[in-house]
């Protein structure tokens, strides 16, 4: 069964943020099959991120991770890492 990741980040500076996302140092995507950034059009430092796995468990290992790796808390205005199923 397929699973997402659906995540809602002010990044404060997305030129800037960018390389560091597509870096993947908490290594979160390296089990993903579809990686996804999407940008508000009245705003382009707020991101929606959208990443799609082939289990709940492989979503679930990758939420893990970058919950873990701390790389989330730098930004105050965000929502997730939440892991998703199609309803």
Known sequence: MS???????NVGDYGAWRPMFD???PRAREKATEVR????????????????????EDASEARDRLVSSGVLERF????????????
């Open 3 to 9: 699973a997402f990741i659906f995540t809602r980040i």
């Open 23 to 25: 870096k993947d140092l």
């Open 37 to 56: 950034v999407f940008r508000a059009e009245d705003d382009p430092d707020h991101v929606f991120i959208f990443l799609s796995f082939g289990s709940v």
């Open 76 to 87: 105050e205005d965000r929502s997730g890492p939440n892991v998703v199923l199609e309803a």
